[in-house]
């Protein structure tokens, strides 16, 4: 009897602790891993980096991002987040974002409508 209460304890006991590291993982607000969205896509949007959409930097090729311009694409790929950089205000040139910024690295692009 007594290790069938002790077997039991031990399962309540890792059954509690699983669920508190799920909770802790993942926040209300917190970025997905991967993400899926409709966007038209508009060149004048266009850095070294990619192609800004829907508050992410979408890494593709200049030339493809010309190639689909004025186009309604869907957007699905794995997020990767870069942390800002701090510019000092006494210096003159100012390099990167200040901000965090969204990456989507390889993403699968396909056409919606032209």
Same mark, same amino acid.
């Given at each position: 009897? !007594? ?6 304890l ?16 993942? #926040?209300?607000?917190?970025?997905p891993?991967?993400?899926s969205?409709?966007a ?27 190639k689909?311009n004025g186009?309604?694409v869907?957007?699905?790929g794995?997020?990767r987040?870069v !942390?800002?950089? #701090? ?7 100012q #390099? ?19």
């Amino acid at each position: 009897m !007594k290790p069938a209460i002790t077997f039991l304890l031990l399962l309540f006991t890792i059954a509690c602790f699983s669920q508190a590291t799920d909770t802790l993982k993942k #926040q209300p607000g917190d970025i997905p891993e991967v993400v899926s969205f409709v966007a038209k896509l508009d060149i004048t949007n266009a850095t070294k980096d990619g192609i800004y959409l829907n508050g992410y930097v979408v890494n593709i090729s200049y030339e493809k991002a010309r190639k689909l311009n004025g186009k309604t694409v869907r957007v699905t790929g794995k997020v990767r987040m870069v !942390k800002g950089v #701090q510019n000092r205000p006494n210096e003159d040139v100012q #390099q990167g974002r200040e901000g965090e910024t969204k990456y989507i690295e390889s993403p699968k692009i396909m056409i919606i409508r032209n």
